[in-house]
């Protein structure tokens, strides 16, 4: 017998069970298959959430009180600067938040909150096959779709309405339709491992040995995502519950690379040490042993995410950069969407516009979000003055933008991809001119042997960022810092340069419409 199903959900992880939830949610009758090929989830990039994928967490799937049992709350991101190798601990930079965060976000175990969600996928009514693999897709638009799958040794034959696709990087129906892109003017590598024996941040011993580093901050800096900021790339440290910490490396190989050494996981220890903070905090650390990954060419993006049955969400539509951690992010708003068209195709009603909308609006949307917070950033990565700037003002956006609608009304917000419309054309064209005038002054220094002037002596800690009147001090001063930057860039209106800039590679052909 042939199964009959409403969906198929290829991938089990966040962005296919959220889906599935939020269909059930709208559609309780709606037969959903959920086509997983692990048998047990490993960890992944994406161990930290923001304020608007906490709220899609917590106001959307309603896992507040899991999260809070289970996870780790975060406090805030923290950037770490220096400029030589040997440079003392209390010397460095230190950019982040005084006090607790003022809104909830969380350090996951993305093994854990992908099993638990699709267990509650599984608890709501959808059948879940796993490990399964998908050996065939034939898409018959308004006919039908038809799949064969192999489950327990066992070719079966699967024929549904929708076929939705979540199954992360492997980006299977993009990859299979055609429209898999590659992000080659973002060409950015990452490396990561599972690390035991992380000096604990917050310990008793940093009053006697740095005691203005551990009077300065009111909130746990062990709980935050600290970053550890160079030329041309930045390092996480993100804590897990259980005691391990995630670490990684993600770098522009136009500007950097990482050393060679015996084996991957050493090499990024290596890395780590040879940062004043990271070596202070990882002095005595040890690699989880096979508990290593690499990535090259690390952002991607589906040129069309959805058509007639069939439509793609998570980071099978795309990936930037995990600077900020915005990949719950977009999982958040694609799942919405997805989980929102499916079900109105569900009910009977004529999806064609919502179509459109996704297809045309998603590729804005990841475009904006690109050249907004990641073109060529990393050519002014590792400067204190500048990444400061950044932060405040891309913070500063972010939750007039994005948060506070998110929090006004989460239902709604999250059926509206970023950047739409003219406020968001506004805000996008904004944030890309700062942006870029910072990359050039990034460039400008490492022309001029430059680099790293400003990444000494000093510490900026913020009473928080919260989504009302009082982001605009902040916003205020990460412009000052900005204008402050542009006049020192004038000392180098006659130098000679001293160094080679690495070639920026010019802008691809526009996105597919």
């Known amino acids: 017998m042939t199964p009959e199903f409403d969906v198929a959900i290829l991938g089990g992880a966040f962005s296919g069970a959220a889906t599935a939830l939020l269909i059930k949610r709208r559609r309780p009758e709606a037969r959903i298959l959920i086509i997983e090929k692990a ?36 406090q805030g991101l923290r950037l770490w600067f220096a400029n030589r190798p040997d440079q003392p601990f209390d010397d460095c930079v230190e950019i982040g938040a005084r006090y607790q965060a003022r809104l909830p976000t969380f350090q996951v175990d993305r093994s854990k909150l992908d099993a638990h969600l699709l267990e509650l996928a599984a608890k709501a009514g959808c059948e879940v096959w796993k490990p399964a693999k998908v050996t065939r897709c034939d898409l018959g638009g308004a006919g039908g779709q038809s799949l064969g799958v192999l489950l327990h040794g ?17 980006s299977f129906l993009a990859r299979k339709l055609g429209h898999f892109r590659q992000n080659t003017e973002h060409p950015i590598n990452a490396v990561w491992a599972r690390f035991d024996g992380v000096k604990d941040w917050d310990s008793y011993d940093w009053r006697e040995k740095f ?14 995502t600290n970053h550890l900021m160079g030329q041309g790339w930045w390092c996480w440290i993100i804590p897990l519950k259980g005691g391990d910490y995630s ?29 004043p903070v990271g070596r202070e905090i990882f002095r005595d650390a040890k690699v ?61 009603e004529e999806t064609s516009k919502r179509r459109d909308y996704y297809n045309q609006q998603f590729l804005i949307a990841y475009r904006d979000w690109f050249e907004t917070l990641y073109k060529d950033k990393y050519f002014y990565m590792g400067e204190a003055d500048l ?33 739409e419309g003219m406020p968001g054309r506004i805000f996008a064209g904004m944030m890309k001119f700062y942006n870029r005038r910072l990359s050039a002054l990034g460039r400008n220094r490492i022309a001029h042997g430059a680099c790293g002037a400003r990444n000494c002596g000093w510490r900026e800690l913020y009473d928080g960022f919260v989504p009302d009147i009082r982001l605009h001090k902040l916003i205020r001063k990460g412009l000052l810092r900005w204008w402050k930057a542009e006049l020192l860039n004038l000392r180098f209106l006659f130098a000679r340069r001293k160094a080679p800039v690495p070639v920026v590679a010019t802008q691809t052909a526009a996105l597919e419409a």
């Open 39 to 74: 048998t047990v989830f490993d960890r992944k990039v994406g161990e930290s959430t923001t304020e608007v994928s906490s709220c899609f967490l917590t106001r959307i799937l309603g896992l507040t009180s899991y999260l809070g049992h289970e996870q780790l709350l975060k």
């Open 154 to 170: 066992e070719e079966r034959e699967v024929r549904c309405r929708w076929v939705v696709d979540a199954t992360g990087r492997a």
């Open 211 to 224: 005691p203005g580093y551990a009077a300065a901050a009111r909130t746990g800096r062990s709980w935050a």
């Open 247 to 275: 670490a990684g490396l993600v770098y522009d190989s136009r500007i950097f690379q990482l050393a060679e050494g015996a084996n991957l996981g050493e090499r990024l220890h290596q890395h780590i040490l040879a940062h």
């Open 288 to 348: 989880v042993e096979h508990d290593t990954r690499a990535y090259s060419a690390l952002p991607y993006y589906a040129a069309q995410v959805c058509g007639e049955g069939w439509a793609i969400a998570g980071d099978a539509a795309s990936f930037i950069d995990p600077l900020y951690s915005p990949g719950l992010d977009l999982c958040a708003y694609t799942t919405s969407v997805v989980s929102d068209l499916v079900a109105r195709s569900l009910g009977g």
């Open 387 to 419: 990444m400061s700037a950044a932060l405040l003002l891309d913070v500063g956006t972010y939750f007039i933008g994005l948060v506070r609608p998110i929090y006004a009304n989460p239902e709604r917000s999250f059926l509206q991809l970023p950047f």
